[in-house]
């Protein structure tokens, strides 16, 4: 079982970071491959006691699904155009007359990889079913928690060395061989890792992205000094270029209007300051910010960056070396969390460009940026301003000219003050500038191109933390999300007929456990979401996040391995206290504490509906009939969750646990009622 357990989750880890990587579009469907893994997880356990010789079959079908994949980018396929105009990502606007093929292609690409990661995961439940069907089902739930808990930590591990697609695969593939030992299976799985190391075409890896750098190619004329430029792409979408631009403050060197032009929109916020003291940069990546900076005469930069990766490469490979310069302090952080776990006070914080499409969590896919450019973001940053300081903000703004009004509302609602702003149009940029003393006069000195007039909107929807989706179109329905869910959920509901087959309508599929995973998925959401705002959308805090969720379901599962509550209904109390507690509590007001007593209250507040709602779980899969088939019910139902997550595009994230609350009383009436029946035919 621990071994079962163990690869199902070192695998669904390695795809949730490895798929979107070779199918681009399926990446902004942020739950995806989880969703595609319960379900087959769920369609196994069910199939599972009938059917466990199928189980061979798992490792023939992932070398068919990750050769595929891995050929992604010679069959054309990586860069399928995200389906959706009422989504802007990363700037690319979509054509209305090549809106209609992109749509179907795109959509159908997505279902196809939702089938095709749904077939993995499908032989891989069969074990889990057979072996709760044979087992007493709270000791075998224990050790598939356990399993579940080794694999978090070390796919952890294997993420924090930074270890590339191959070693992923690998870690989930050797439980197989060692659960089914033959000459295909060793044949199949050294196929599967050939495959993920050909996929990586000289990419590096890093805890959160796949990294590519070529030379770069730009149009920015040729530099003075003979010193490499680069293109560093993330995902797959071009990141940013690693520019030399010293040789634009020497007056002999050989330049170009462009290249001038670059160079004055990254000194922008270093220049309009009246000090020269200390700045900081959030998004820092490679380091061209923070080279400017110092171009300016900056004595200390606090350089804020998530991925060790980029800002090693940047340190590396950087032809003007900014982080070796001593007065450039590299820090690896999510930009939120530093913003909330310090007090200094900078000349300028400047926003670089976070890179919101290739930015998501190995763990969550919780798009990072989203959360830095709401409200409580900005204010956050703002905070950091000294009182004659400079907020600067810079943003790809090729979505629209709704996308500068949003910005604009957003920047002026948490710091009070009417952004300047700076259209200097390098790459579709424009930055916004905020000063308790700064002027237009005093901008338009330094860059005369400043003073872009936007019109407000004022019914446009301002992104906050409750309602973080900075990219979604005003005035207009997520047509894609729509369809594909939609599509997902038709077909998925035929797949669970199939499973279930005609004992569904012998009362075979639980309902009642259905509800309990529809409404854990949206409460796992709300952790996760929560306790990466209070703590960074790391990895490591990913990490423990799920982890801890892992360790209060095995605290239930073995308090009712000892204990059983007479009456299972009245767990439902605390149940909803302690979700009503959820969704009336603010996370930001922990961040007045310190980390150990914030990380310790914010662990006691969002654990206890996770260990009621385990409570629950242990005691019905206890009392199942059917016990693979409860359990797949389950999975089917965290399903269903999954989907309903996409409802917080309309509701915001809140909302989410009223809905879970609304699943686990829907839960308890329906185990009532069942119960009711039993009694009433005893």
């Known amino acids: 079982m621990m071994l079962t357990t163990f690869s199902i989750l070192a695998l669904e880890l390695a795809m949730i970071r490895w798929v979107g990587t070779q199918i681009r579009v399926a990446a902004y469907f942020s739950n995806l491959v989880l969703i595609a893994a319960f379900l087959g997880i769920g369609l196994g356990a069910a199939i599972g006691p009938r059917r466990p010789q199928w189980f061979a079959a798992t490792l023939p079908i992932l070398v068919v699904v990750v050769g595929v994949l891995s050929l992604s980018e010679p069959f054309g396929f990586v860069r399928f155009a995200f389906p959706d105009p009422t989504i ?75 270890t590339p697609p191959p070693v992923w695969f690998t870690i989930a593939v050797v439980p197989v061989l060692l659960l089914h030992r033959t000459l295909i299976n060793l044949l199949c799985a050294g196929a599967v ?110 350089s804020v960056d998530i991925d060790p990766r980029i800002i090693a490469l940047g340190r590396a490979m950087h032809p003007e070396r900014p982080y070796d310069d001593p007065r450039v302090v590299p820090v690896v952080n999510d930009a939120r969390a530093w913003f909330e776990q310090n007090n200094e006070l900078f000349d300028v914080v400047c926003y670089g460009l976070l890179d919101s499409h290739a930015m998501f969590s190995a763990m969550s896919t919780l798009r990072l940026d989203n959360y830095v450019y709401t409200i409580e973001g900005v204010r956050a940053g703002w905070a950091h301003v000294a009182p004659d300081g400079v907020l600067s903000i810079s943003f790809s703004v090729a979505a629209g000219e709704w996308m500068v009004q949003r910005l604009t509302r957003v920047i002026e609602e ?168 959820i969704w009336t509590f603010s996370a930001g007001v922990l961040n007045r504490f310190d980390v150990l007593p914030r990380a310790a209250l914010a662990g006691l507040i969002y654990s206890l509906p996770v260990f009621f709602a385990g409570m629950i779980f242990s005691t019905s899969l206890k009392r199942a009939r059917d016990t693979s088939a409860a359990l797949g019910a389950n999975l089917c139902g965290a399903v269903f969750g999954g989907l309903l997550e996409y409802l917080s595009m309309l509701t915001g994230m809140k909302a989410l646990t009223l809905l879970a609350l609304a699943l686990y009383l829907a839960s308890m009436l329906l185990l009532l009622r069942l119960t009711g029946k039993r009694e009433t035919v005893a």
Request: proline share 5%; glycine share 8%.
């Open 88 to 162: 802007n990502l990363w700037g690319a606007t979509i054509r209305e007359q090549q809106k209609a093929g992109n749509f179907l292609l795109a959509c159908l690409a997505v279902l196809a990889s939702f089938w095709a990661i749904t077939a993995v995961f499908f032989a891989m439940g069969l074990p889990l079913g057979w072996l709760f069907s044979r087992m007493e089902p709270l000791r075998a739930y224990r050790w598939d928690i356990a399993g579940s808990l080794l694999g978090v930590v070390v796919m952890s591990i294997a993420a924090w060395a930074g």
């Open 193 to 302: 890792v050939i495959a993920a190391a050909y996929s990586m075409s000289g990419a590096v890896f890093s805890p959160y992205n796949r990294i590519d750098i070529v030379p770069a190619v730009t149009r920015l004329g040729k530099p003075a000094l003979e010193r490499p430029e680069w293109e560093l792409s993330v995902n797959r979408d071009y990141h940013q270029y690693m520019f030399d631009l010293s040789h634009a403050s020497d007056p002999g060197a050989v330049t170009n209007e462009t290249r001038d032009l670059v160079r004055a929109s990254y000194e922008v916020p270093f220049r309009v300051s009246d000090k020269q003291g200390s700045a900081m940069i959030v998004g820092a990546g490679t380091g061209n910010d923070d080279a400017a900076a110092l171009r300016a005469g900056f004595r200390h930069v606090v």
């Open 414 to 581: 948490a710091t009070g003050i009417e952004p300047i702003i700076v259209d200097h149009r390098y790459n579709f940029g424009v930055t916004f500038l905020v000063g308790r003393t700064l002027t237009a006069a005093r901008v338009a000195q330094v860059f005369p191109q400043s003073g872009r007039l936007t019109h407000k909107d004022a019914s446009l929807r301002v992104p906050t933390d409750d309602w973080p989706f900075l990219y979604l179109r005003p005035h207009t329905r997520p047509t894609a999300y729509i369809v594909v869910v939609a599509l997902i959920a038709l077909t998925g509901f035929s797949g669970v007929r199939a499973a279930f087959g005609a004992a569904l309508a012998r009362s075979r599929f639980d309902g009642h456990m259905f509800l309990l995973g529809a409404g854990f998925m949206l409460l796992e959401t709300r952790m996760v979401t929560e306790l990466s705002l209070l703590f960074g959308s790391t990895w490591v805090v990913n990490s423990c996040v799920i982890a801890g969720i892992l360790v209060m379901i095995m605290l239930a599962n073995t308090l009712i391995e000892h204990w059983q509550p007479r009456k299972i209904e009245f767990v439902y109390a605390p149940l909803t206290v302690s979700l009503l507690l």
